[in-house]
């Protein structure tokens, strides 16, 4: 059975960092794009960054820009958010997914499997 479990979560001053870690199980990753969303209360599913499968290409929503950082580690089969200088509107529910390709130019397409999300709160 494959899986895309979601950890690092929490509750974070403003100003603060967090680090999520999205782990895969059942099947290799590491030729697919990874990719990163969210979803803050009452609002659309938002796309945050997409990594390619080695590495080489990210991608960045406008709001994380300089903020976020995207990695991965294909032999862990794991892929991480690095998160700093949080802010209040950072709060949501996040969500990584693998992508059919090794990069797409339109990341909120072509994923075939999801994670089930963890909760980052930002206070003010």
């Known amino acids: 059975q494959v899986q895309l479990v979601e950890s690092g979560g929490g509750l974070v001053q403003a100003g603060g960092s967090l680090r999520l870690s999205c782990v895969a199980s059942g099947r290799s990753f590491s030729s697919n794009m990874m990719v990163w969303f969210r979803r803050a209360p009452a609002q659309d599913r938002e796309f945050v960054t997409a990594i390619s499968w080695n590495g080489e290409k990210t991608n960045y929503a406008d709001s994380v820009k300089g903020r976020f950082t995207i990695s991965r580690d294909n032999v862990k089969n794991t892929v991480y958010l690095q998160m700093n200088n949080l802010k209040p509107e950072d709060t949501a529910v996040y969500f990584c997914?693998?992508?059919?390709?090794?990069?797409?130019?339109?990341?909120?397409?072509?994923?075939?499997?999801w994670g089930k999300g963890t909760l980052v709160t930002v206070s003010s």
């Open positions: 997914a693998a992508a059919a390709l090794a990069w797409n130019d339109n990341p909120s397409v072509g994923l075939n499997y």
